[in-house]
């Protein structure tokens, strides 16, 4: 396999695009399949842009292929977050420390310059191609173009078509293969805030913004249009679901209740409601992630859900630890792919719990006393002793060089040590004279 030069990439979604900038630039004669038609297409209606998270485990792998000025001008960062609760008094929380930032950016815009780039290192796309089948003894795949029915040979073959995968499906029917899908109770459906009628942001710009409301939550995020995006996480079922907001009246009575502030800020809710869909929330678990000469990457391998924001973040991940390892092997593909599969499954499976984990942060917790006294205690450690005490929000989103599993295992003594001293007696009143050097001691221990 040391000496393979074609390789064939399922989805020209943004992980899919990315690789074949790598692959393309490494001298690979790279062709990209994708099943939808070309959404740089300014006839094809996109509908709405699902606006991303980019923090530095996205940065990273942007900067390496070049792109990293062209992707600034396009984002906005958000300092932190912006909560309201019902009266509409709003309480911000900085995320990490002055001068970090993560950053608001279109998936359409950045998925159509990931194509763009690719296509310049010469990457070949060919849309609307669906795979019918693929056979990994031969490697080969079978998909229809315009109603014909044709295959394609290559040496290796990448599925980066999305948590529900056509390359995976093919491997789940293969022997040893382990898959897992879990659906939260929570659907989400996008809404809008509109610029102002003076072409200005109607809420802070550079913040995430939070209505935290137990249960569920709605979240904006700035574009650089000056409208907010928003994204309604809300039950199917029970008491307040989406089941529950069947005609105009339960809908408005519904965001008059709990988002009141948000309500004046909606001029189309109603019609935006109606028109965009309510979709599920999946996390997806498999391995292994390669058959033959077959590598699932991205959502097609670890699918989570983004209430960490590093849905994206962790995809490119696995484009820039792919690449690093062509480097340390010398593109021998046959000692790349099972040390790339052993190397990112734990960091998948460590994302993947922090992401389900942060749901119940953003929606409940942001709105907490005792939490928000936890975040200033971390926050005071942090300044007193920057290179010991790293806030487990911070080590994932900023700590680009420390893989998820270590923050992970570093973020779960600090809360064992964090819980003791929340029980410390009067802490409310008293922790600003901690013994701030002996609780930094304990992670010695």
């Known amino acids: 396999m040391s000496d393979v030069r074609s390789i064939t990439i399922i989805g020209a979604g943004l992980v899919g695009s990315l690789a074949s900038i790598y692959l393309a630039r490494r001298?690979?004669?790279?062709k990209v399949f994708e099943k939808r038609p070309d959404m740089r297409d300014k006839s094809i209606d996109g509908g709405r842009s699902i606006n991303l998270a980019l923090s530095n485990r996205g940065w990273w792998p942007?900067?390496?292929v070049g792109l990293e000025h062209k992707v600034n001008e396009m984002v906005i960062p958000m300092q932190g977050r912006m909560m309201h609760d019902t009266s509409g008094i709003l309480t911000f929380q900085r995320y990490g420390q002055e001068g970090q930032a993560i950053n608001s950016i279109s998936r359409a815009g950045l998925n159509a310059l990931l194509m763009t780039e690719a296509e310049r290192a010469g990457a070949e796309i060919y849309f609307n191609c669906s795979i019918e089948h693929v056979d990994f003894e031969r490697n080969v795949i079978h998909y229809t173009e315009g109603g014909n029915k044709k295959e394609h040979v290559t040496g290796i073959l990448?599925?980066?078509?999305?948590?529900f995968s056509m390359v995976r499906k093919f491997m789940q029917v293969t022997d040893r293969f382990?898959?897992?899908?879990?659906?939260?109770e929570h659907g989400y459906k996008e809404l809008t805030i509109p610029a102002g009628e003076d072409g200005r942001f109607r809420l802070e710009k550079n913040a995430l913004h939070i209505w935290p409301r137990g249960n569920y939550m709605l979240i904006a995020l700035p574009n650089q249009d000056a409208s907010f995006t928003c994204t309604l996480?809300?039950?199917?079922?029970?008491?307040?679901?989406?089941?529950?907001?069947?005609?105009?009246?339960?809908?408005?009575?519904?965001?008059?209740?709990?988002?009141?502030?948000?309500?004046?800020?909606?001029?189309?809710?109603?019609?935006?409601?109606?028109?965009?869909?309510?979709?599920?929330?999946?996390?997806?678990?498999?391995?292994?992630w390669v058959k033959n000469k077959t590598l699932i990457l991205g959502d097609a391998s670890h699918a989570i859900v983004p209430f960490y924001g590093q849905g994206m973040n962790s995809g490119f991940e696995d484009c820039r630890v792919l690449n690093a390892l062509l480097d340390a092997h010398k593109d021998n593909w046959e000692r790349v792919l099972p040390e790339f599969q052993q190397l990112r499954k734990p960091d998948a499976d460590a994302i993947s719990d922090l992401a389900?984990?942060?749901?119940?942060?953003?929606?409940?917790l942001v709105a907490d006393e005792n939490f928000?006294?936890?975040?200033?205690i971390e926050a005071k450690l942090q300044e007193l002793y920057p290179g010991l005490w790293i806030p487990l929000y911070s080590m994932v989103t900023f700590q680009e060089e420390l893989r998820y599993s270590e923050a992970l295992r570093q973020g779960q003594r600090q809360q064992k040590i964090m819980d003791k001293v929340m029980e410390m007696p009067s802490i409310a009143d008293r922790w600003q004279s901690l013994d701030f050097?002996?609780?930094v001691d304990e992670l010695k221990d």
């Open 27 to 30: 001298g690979y004669d790279v």
């Open 178 to 184: 382990n898959y897992s899908q879990y659906y939260i």
């Open 233 to 288: 996480f809300l039950p199917f079922e029970g008491e307040r679901s989406f089941e529950q907001l069947a005609t105009d009246a339960d809908i408005l009575d519904f965001f008059k209740q709990d988002f009141p502030d948000a309500l004046e800020q909606m001029p189309a809710l109603l019609e935006d409601f109606h028109h965009n869909p309510t979709s599920s929330l999946v996390t997806v678990k498999c391995y292994p």
């Open 437 to 439: 050097q002996a609780i």
């Open 62 to 64: 942007l900067k390496e």
């Open 356 to 364: 389900l984990r942060n749901f119940i942060e953003m929606r409940d």
């Open 372 to 376: 928000l006294l936890r975040k200033k």
């Open 158 to 163: 990448m599925g980066s078509d999305g948590a």
